[in-house]
């Protein structure tokens, strides 16, 4: 399943491009026009992120970020403020008091807004890692102690391995694509470096370390990247 965005701008000539720039790059997309909207979409949909445009009829960027950021459903969700008139100090800072994730500033370029997209989407991703363990399938994965254990026993990986295994473990269920795991778990710039055989040799690998039942469930979807099937 792609990550989803949830994209928010009363300019509809923005809402297209973004759509289409993020849709390219393998994300799933909501858009609407409409802060107050914006707010019951985010409850139906459940967006992994947010980007909301700061000034807006009605319920403007930073309205949306507040209420969002209040309430405990809907707080855990990463929010990108952008603006083209907002943009003095005063603004920013009260973006980011109201719990925006980034504040970006039109007119942006569309690498740097899917860059500034990932970088929110893994400081949550490393968060989570880091809180608490994640138990699935038999599967004990420690972040704190980078220790992996399968129905009680221990199994031993290498760095990238554990990175991987907690990228995909965690995120059960959805096609992660091999710019996106190259970026999370390897820190490569897609842009620079994007051979798919980095991410095959270590599911490979993965696969053996995790025996013949778990191995299954680590499925190559063709053309698209990688899932560990829920």
């Given at each position: 399943?792609?990550?989803?965005?949830?994209?928010?701008?009363?300019?509809?000539?923005?809402?297209?491009?973004?759509?289409?720039?993020?849709?390219?790059?393998?994300?799933?997309c909501?858009?609407?026009?409409?802060?107050?909207?914006?707010?019951?979409?985010?409850?139906?949909?459940?967006?992994?992120?947010?980007?909301?445009?700061?000034?807006?009829?009605?319920?403007?960027?930073?309205?949306?970020?507040?209420?969002?950021?209040?309430?405990?459903?809907?707080?855990?969700?990463?929010?990108?403020?952008?603006?083209?008139?907002?943009?003095?100090?005063?603004?920013?800072?009260?973006?980011?008091?109201?719990?925006?994730?980034?504040?970006?500033?039109?007119?942006?370029?569309?690498?740097?807004?899917?860059?500034?997209?990932r970088?929110?989407?893994?400081?949550?991703?490393?968060?989570?890692?880091?809180?608490?363990?994640?138990?699935?399938?038999?599967?004990?994965?420690?972040?704190?102690?980078?220790?992996?254990?399968?129905?009680?026993?221990?199994?031993?990986?290498t760095?990238?391995?554990?990175?991987?295994?907690?990228?995909?473990?965690?995120?059960?269920?959805?096609i992660?694509?091999?710019?996106?795991?190259?970026?999370?778990?390897?820190?490569?710039?897609?842009?620079d470096?994007?051979?798919?055989?980095?991410?095959?040799?270590?599911?490979?690998?993965?696969?053996?370390?995790?025996?013949?039942?778990?191995?299954?469930?680590?499925?190559?979807?063709?053309?698209?990247?990688?899932?560990?099937?829920?």
């Amino acid at each position: 399943m792609a990550l989803k965005a949830l994209v928010v701008d009363d300019d509809r000539a923005i809402l297209g491009i973004v759509k289409r720039y993020l849709s390219a790059g393998g994300m799933s997309c909501v858009v609407t026009d409409n802060g107050s909207e914006a707010l019951m979409l985010v409850r139906e949909s459940r967006p992994d992120v947010i980007l909301v445009d700061a000034e807006m009829p009605g319920l403007d960027g930073h309205a949306v970020c507040r209420v969002l950021k209040k309430e405990a459903a809907t707080q855990v969700i990463p929010v990108i403020i952008m603006s083209g008139a907002r943009i003095n100090e005063k603004d920013i800072l009260a973006g980011f008091q109201g719990g925006a994730d980034d504040y970006v500033l039109k007119p942006f370029s569309l690498a740097v807004l899917m860059a500034r997209i990932r970088a929110v989407l893994r400081r949550y991703e490393a968060s989570e890692r880091a809180d608490e363990k994640l138990k699935r399938f038999g599967i004990e994965l420690d972040p704190a102690g980078r220790t992996v254990k399968i129905r009680g026993k221990d199994v031993p990986l290498t760095r990238k391995e554990f990175d991987l295994l907690t990228t995909l473990l965690s995120k059960a269920g959805r096609i992660l694509s091999i710019p996106y795991l190259l970026e999370t778990v390897w820190g490569y710039d897609p842009a620079d470096y994007n051979d798919p055989g980095t991410v095959e040799v270590h599911v490979c690998h993965l696969r053996k370390k995790l025996g013949p039942r778990l191995a299954k469930r680590l499925v190559a979807v063709i053309g698209h990247g990688y899932k560990f099937e829920g």
